[in-house]
């Protein structure tokens, strides 16, 4: 008998913004996770990514705050988010 996801998330589409993610060479959030080491477990990661965005049961940690320099002397706030789904602060 197949479970009915509340949210129609495919796994396709968290495949491809993986990919996108490594693409970027994004830099760790708060949990100073790093992408080699999402990587190093990626088939389990992103299993419990989709299985937790597809059922609702998902709710995004806090974003790293960085603020980059502008040309103009101002400054750009930059939210850095999580990828490790697992973790204590």
Known sequence: ??????????????????????????????????????????????????NRMSSGSYFPPSVRKVEIPKKDGGIRTLGIPTVKLDYTL
């Open 1 to 50: 008998m197949a479970t009915i996801k509340p949210y129609e998330i495919s796994k396709i589409s968290i495949w491809e913004a993986w990919k996108s993610v490594k693409k970027n060479h994004g830099s760790h959030g708060i949990d100073k996770q790093t992408i080699e080491n999402f990587e190093a477990e990626i088939k389990d990661n992103l299993f419990k990514l989709w």
